[in-house]
């Protein structure tokens, strides 16, 4: 349960659905937002592009406030000092069916977590579930993002 509530956290710092029929979303060039759950406010937007591996990963591609673009102090490595825009905060992600991508990560800024993270697209392709997990995905956080034209 703590693990689920610090992956929702993580993914506000940057900032569905199940069925038997398959539907494809093509995560490459598409970006998406999530709300900040507290204030209703937008956050990050988040483009999702192919990796040389051609796994997906996701950087982010405006921030929520663009006056004040911030750092990543907590960041260890070659994210340590850097600016957020422009931060690839999602990796290696797989496409494993038409509308599931697994096997990812994404790295909470704020605190310079890892988590684990799977990704689902709904069938209209407008939403996208992220589940973040350290250790078993049961205890999967979840946030859901909207998608940005």
């Not at 929702?8 to 900032?15: E, N, P, R």
């Not at 797989?94 to 990560?105: A, M, R, V």
């Not at 790295?107 to 939403?127: H, K, M, W």
């Not at 995905?137 to 909207?146: M, R, S, V």
């Amino acid at each position: 349960m703590k693990q689920g509530l610090l992956f929702s956290v993580a993914l506000m710092s940057i900032s569905v659905l199940s069925a038997t029929t398959a539907w494809s979303i093509e995560l490459d060039g598409t970006k998406w937002q999530a709300m900040n759950e507290k204030t209703g406010k937008p956050l990050n937007i988040i483009q999702f592009y192919k990796d040389k591996n051609g796994n997906y990963a996701g950087k982010v591609a405006q921030v929520s406030e663009p006056k004040n673009i911030p750092v990543c102090t907590t960041c260890s490595g070659e994210l340590k000092g850097k600016n957020l825009q422009g931060m690839t905060l999602i990796r290696n992600l797989k496409k494993s069916t038409d509308n599931k991508y697994t096997e990812g990560s994404v790295i909470d800024p704020a605190s310079s977590r890892t988590y684990r993270l799977n990704v689902e697209t709904s069938p209209n392709g407008q939403q996208l579930k992220l589940r973040g997990y350290i250790g078993t995905p049961a205890l999967a956080g979840t946030q859901i993002w909207n998608r940005v034209k």
